[in-house]
C-alpha cells in the first residue's frame, strides 16, 4: 500500500478554517481507499505568505518550496492581508509581499494551467442566483487560465524617482502553444466536446495577437475537430453576465484576463467562496498540482467560522481527479456538496453559509458534506465487491 504525501498551505486570513475542513474531507477518503488496501495520504503543514514572511522572512520558504516539489498534490488555501507588507524602512525600502509566495510556488512548479471551472455546484443555486434564473440555468464553462506568463512574470519596475512604474505582458509561442493543448486536450474529455473560446485584446495587444495566431495555427494542426472561436475580453465580460451560457465551453486565456473573467464568473453561482480550481504542469500525466480555491483571504471575515469552505473542498476534488486519477471519489465530493447545499425540493439539506443567505458556520458545513461522503463512499466500496 503506497502512502502519498499532501501538503497543505494554509496560508493567511480564512486560509487556515477552509483547508482544514477540506483536509477532513481528504482524510475520509484517504481511510476509505486504506480500508480497500489501496493507498493512504498523509498531510505535512508547510508556511506560504504573509505568516511564512512574519516567521521566517520569506513568503515561499526554502523548506516550503521541497516539500511541494516533492509532494503528490498540494492544498492551499489563500494568502495575503492588510497587515503585509509590513512598512518600509531605509534598509528595506520593498518588504517582502504574501502574493509573491504564491507567484514564485506557481513558477516553480511550472504549473502553467489554471482550470476554474464555473459549473453550477447544485440545482437550486440557480434560482438564488444574483443574476436572473433564465439567464444563468445553463450556464456551463471552464476558464483555462495560462498562469505562469504575462503581466505577472514581465519585466517590471516599481515606481522610479521620477513617478514612473510598468509591468510588461510578455508571451511567446511555446508558451501559447502549451496551454492550448491543454484547453484542448479538456475540450475533448467532455461529451460531446466543448467549444474552445479564447479570449484576448487582439485589437490593441501585440502580445494578444501572437496569442489570436498561435491558438489558431495549433488547434487547426492538432485538433481540427475542436470547434474554436475568438473574443475580445472587454465583451467577453460583458457577455459573461448578459447571456452566460453563450460562453459554454473552454474559456482558454492569459494569466491577468483569466484573473479577472473567474472572479466575475462567481456571480453566477453567487458566491466567490463556491469556485474551486486546479493548477497543473501537464495533462493526463498524473502530475503534482497544485489545488486551490479562486477567492482570496477574505481578511474581513477571518477567524469567526463563517467563511465557505466549498471552493476549498472542490478543489480537494479536482485534487484526487488530476493528481491521483480517483474519479469515483472526486465525484462523490461533487454529489455530497450539492445534497449539502441543495434545498428539500431537490432532495437536500438547505445548509449553506451566510453570504449565501444561509446560518450554517464553516466548520457546520465541513461537518454536513463529511457526512453525506461518507455514504457516498459506503456506496463505492459495495460496488467494489
Ligand atoms: P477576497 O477573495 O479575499 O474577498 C473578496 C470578497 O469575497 C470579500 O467580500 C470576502 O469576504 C468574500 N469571500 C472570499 N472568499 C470567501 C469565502 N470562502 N466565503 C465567504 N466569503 C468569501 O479578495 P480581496 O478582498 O480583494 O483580497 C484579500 C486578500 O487576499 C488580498 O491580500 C489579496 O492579495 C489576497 N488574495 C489571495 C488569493 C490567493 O491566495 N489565491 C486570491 C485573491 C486574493
Ligand atoms: C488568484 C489571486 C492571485 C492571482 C494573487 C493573490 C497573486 O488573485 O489566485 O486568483 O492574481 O493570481
Ligand atoms: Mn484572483
Not at 481528504?26 to 506560504?48: G, H, P
Not at 434560482?127 to 498562469?147: A, M, N
Request: proline fraction near 6%.
Amino acid at each position: 500500500m503506497k502512502t502519498e504525501t499532501i501538503v497543505l498551505l494554509k496560508g493567511d486570513g480564512i486560509g487556515p478554517e477552509i483547508v482544514t475542513e477540506a483536509q477532513k474531507v481528504l482524510q475520509l477518503v484517504s481511510d476509505a481507499r486504506k480500508e480497500a488496501n489501496d493507498m493512504e495520504f498523509e498531510f505535512k503543514d508547510e508556511l506560504i505568505g504573509g505568516i511564512a514572511i512574519d516567521q521566517t522572512g520569506s513568503p515561499l520558504p526554502e523548506q516550503t518550496l521541497n516539500s511541494c516539489l516533492n509532494a503528490s498534490a498540494v492544498l492551499l488555501g489563500a494568502v495575503g492581508g492588510p497587515q503585509w507588507p509590513r512598512p518600509a524602512t531605509p534598509e528595506n525600502p520593498h518588504p517582502p509581499r504574501p502574493e509573491q509566495g504564491l507567484l514564485d510556488i506557481r513558477k516553480k512548479m511550472n504549473l502553467f494551467c489554471n482550470i476554474r471551472p464555473c459549473i453550477f455546484p447544485c440545482e437550486s443555486l440557480k434560482s438564488k442566483s444574483p443574476l436572473k434564473e433564465e439567464i444563468v440555468k445553463d450556464t456551463e464553462f471552464i476558464v483555462v487560465r495560462e498562469l505562469t506568463g504575462g503581466a505577472y512574470f514581465g519585466k517590471r519596475e516599481e515606481e522610479n524617482a521620477e513617478g514612473v512604474a510598468y509591468d510588461t505582458i510578455i508571451y511567446s509561442v511555446p508558451e501559447v502553444q502549451r496551454i492550448t493543448r491543454i484547453a484542448a486536450q479538456l475540450a475533448l474529455a467532455h461529451n460531446p466536446p466543448y467549444p474552445i473560446i479564447s479570449i484576448d485584446k487582439a485589437n490593441v495587444l501585440a502580445s494578444s495577437r501572437l496569442w489570436r495566431r498561435v491558438v489558431t495555427e495549433t488547434i487547426q494542426k492538432e485538433f481540427p475537430t475542436v470547434k474554436l472561436q475568438h473574443q475580445l475580453v472587454d465583451s467577453a465580460a460583458m457577455i459573461m453576465v448578459k447571456n452566460p451560457s453563450a460562453l459554454n465551453g473552454v474559456l482558454l486565456t492569459e494569466n491577468m484576463f483569466g484573473d479577472i473573467l473567474s472572479d466575475e464568473s462567481s456571480v453566477i453561482p453567487g458566491s466567490l467562496g463556491l469556485l474551486p480550481s486546479a493548477s497543473l504542469n501537464g495533462w493526463g500525466k498524473e502530475s503534482n498540482g497544485l489545488y486551490e480555491p479562486i477567492h482570496g483571504s477574505a481578511p474581513e471575515i477571518a477567524g469567526q467560522n463563517i467563511a465557505n469552505p466549498i471552493g476549498t473542498i472542490l478543489s480537494a476534488a479536482m485534487l484526487l481527479r488530476y493528481s491521483f486519477g480517483l474519479e469515483r471519489e472526486a465525484k462523490a465530493i461533487e454529489k455530497a456538496v450539492a445534497k449539502v447545499l441543495d434545498d428539500e425540493e431537490h432532495g437536500g439539506l438547505n445548509v449553506r453559509t451566510k453570504e449565501l443567505g444561509g446560518n450554517a458556520t464553516t466548520t457546520e458545513i465541513g461537518d454536513a458534506i463529511r457526512k453525506a461522503l461518507a455514504d457516498e463512499l459506503n456506496q463505492l466500496n459495495i460496488e467494489d465487491f
